[in-house]
């Protein structure tokens, strides 16, 4: 049995809470959160994220014990190096202006050690269009410059705050399938679940459209793993598009609708509310 984790207890822990993503991940969460922090239990054992990006649900919480995963080695390995060597991270991601010409110079550069690579890829982050990540066939970030309206990249407080969380004995980060860390919710654990979606095509073309980006084939293995850990007795928390399609994947789960301002459109006029929906499995 893991230790038990609340977020009032969180919140006495000596690290501050009050820290924030280091990257600008689409489909965060962050302004989310006050829609999903009252479906999550006060108190649970571990809190696990299979799709971890930003983090912002995990930065919220600050659990003690905790398994974050995801599928961008890069990213993982961002955060990884943030728990073992946050200023040396933030050294390197501030070490260049954000500008275009600094930005593709970064963008070209390859290798170096596990800080400068942190560095690189959280000034990348804040320099690309939308905050996405892409790379080619050859596997090289090839996400063109975003022109942002401000220079900040990154804030040496916060990088230190988000190492102390992560390198505690509780905290494991892993990057692969979403599969393997579902496949770890026990009895009493939280597992947040965040896979990649898009909101613009709810009503036309949705399974054509998101299947650029998570399949469908994905789409049904995922939910089949998120049922087996609410078999097991974990809480799981699902963020997904709110399609039919997709509530027909979870049967038996509540079904809240969130709402919030569409930001990925690059014209403002395309740019309104949108619907996405939080799927809650509980143990019977």
Not at 12 to 32: E, H, I, Y
Not at 88 to 100: N, Q, T
């Amino acid at each position: 049995m893991h230790a038990s984790n609340s977020r009032s207890l969180n919140s006495r822990s000596g690290v501050s809470t009050q820290v924030r993503p280091f990257v600008s991940w689409a489909g965060s969460k962050r302004r989310l959160l006050p829609q999903i922090l009252p479906h999550v239990p006060r108190q649970f054992n571990r809190y696990i994220e299979p799709f971890v990006g930003a983090g912002s649900l995990f930065l919220e919480l600050a659990p003690h014990v905790a398994l974050l995963n995801d599928a961008c080695i890069p990213l993982v390995q961002t955060w990884r190096t943030i728990g073992q060597n946050p200023v040396g991270v933030y050294k390197e991601a501030i070490r260049r202006p954000l500008e275009k010409t600094a930005y593709y110079a970064a963008r070209a550069e390859r290798g170096g050690s596990d800080f400068e690579q942190a560095g690189r890829f959280i000034y990348l982050n804040k320099g690309a269009f939308n905050g996405l990540y892409r790379v080619n066939l050859n596997g090289e970030f090839n996400v063109p410059w975003g022109a942002p309206r401000s220079g900040y990249i990154c804030d040496q407080e916060n990088l230190l705050g988000i190492g102390r969380l992560i390198s505690r004995p509780g905290v494991q980060i892993t990057s692969g399938d979403f599969s393997d860390s579902l496949s770890c919710a026990a009895s009493g654990d939280v597992v947040f679940v965040d896979p990649p979606y898009v909101t613009s095509h709810n009503n036309n073309g949705f399974i054509e459209y998101n299947e650029k980006i998570f399949s469908w084939e994905d789409q049904v293995r995922l939910s089949v793993a998120v049922r087996e850990a609410v078999d097991r007795g974990a809480i799981v928390l699902v963020t997904n598009a709110y399609h039919e399609q997709i509530i027909a994947l979870y049967p038996r789960f509540k079904q809240v609708i969130m709402e919030r301002a569409s930001t990925l459109a690059a014209a403002k006029e395309k740019r309104g509310r949108t619907s996405e929906l939080l799927l809650i499995g509980r143990p019977v």
